[in-house]
């Protein structure tokens, strides 16, 4: 661990071992409805990263970096878990989640990304410029916030922003909204160097992804999420594309039951797609 303090966690269930890592601006609560309804075997893991929720007045602001939180997530599934394990990320946990593979296979059964933000590893110049364009139109009227020192206003622009609508944290019932807002003191972490969207990771890394992946998006995706999906999906061995309908970055808790059942469809062929790789 980047400090030598475990990972708070929640776990429930028992059979194959399944870790849930969450996005930027919330902590292991925001999985409760997906938790809720999960209704198929497993031993379900939820973490929460460090700098986040009750971690947040604890920790020093040099360790919110990507390189610790995966090697919190490494410590994790090596002290915590039994694996290989699978691993469940959304947004910026959807990124984590792929570096920890990329970086140590041997502790990862399959991926589940919903709409990763990793894209240092694009190489068409024109998508990537895409890809960039979109981001600092998304992200710009969280940064004006963050400057005017108002978090709690860069945490709607940064939600809002994720799924390209206005009004969408607005509709969220006053709980989900707190749960958002508990972690608004990791808004202007996450536009350092350290931590910023485009994570270090080429072509190569992803190459070294061999177990099955599927990079998940939802219908109405913002270009930039789409577009890092479809990139990533070509480079990883044995990765498929799945599109939710309907769905924005914040389906995991607008329609839980949706993304319950994709994320068991993926389950349910990790190893059909590991035999047909050559595992």
Known sequence: MS??????????????????????????RIWSQVREHWYDSGH???????????????????????????????????????????????????????????????????????????SSFVLDKKILQQIQRDRVEMASPAIGAVKAGNTKEAVKYIVNGACNREGVFEDFDEELKQRFFDNASTVPLMFTERSAPNLPASSEDLKRILCPVTISYGEYARPAYRLVAKEAAKIIPNSIIQIIPGAMHVVPVTSPEIFLLKILEHLSGVDRRAVSNGK
Request: charged share 25%.
């Open 44 to 118: 379900l893991f939820f973490p929460t990263l460090e700098g986040f929720w009750e971690d947040s007045l604890e920790f020093r602001e040099s360790n919110f970096s990507v390189d610790n939180h995966i090697e919190d997530i490494v410590d994790f599934l090596e002290k915590v878990c039994t694996p290989p394990v699978h691993l469940v990320g959304w947004s910026y946990g959807a990124s984590l989640v792929l570096l920890v593979a990329a970086r140590r296979p041997d502790l990862v059964k399959s991926v589940f990304a919903y709409e990763p933000g990793i």
């Open 3 to 28: 400090n030598n303090r475990a990972l708070c966690y929640d776990e429930v269930g028992q059979g194959e071992e399944i870790v849930f890592v969450h996005g930027y601006i919330s902590d292991r």
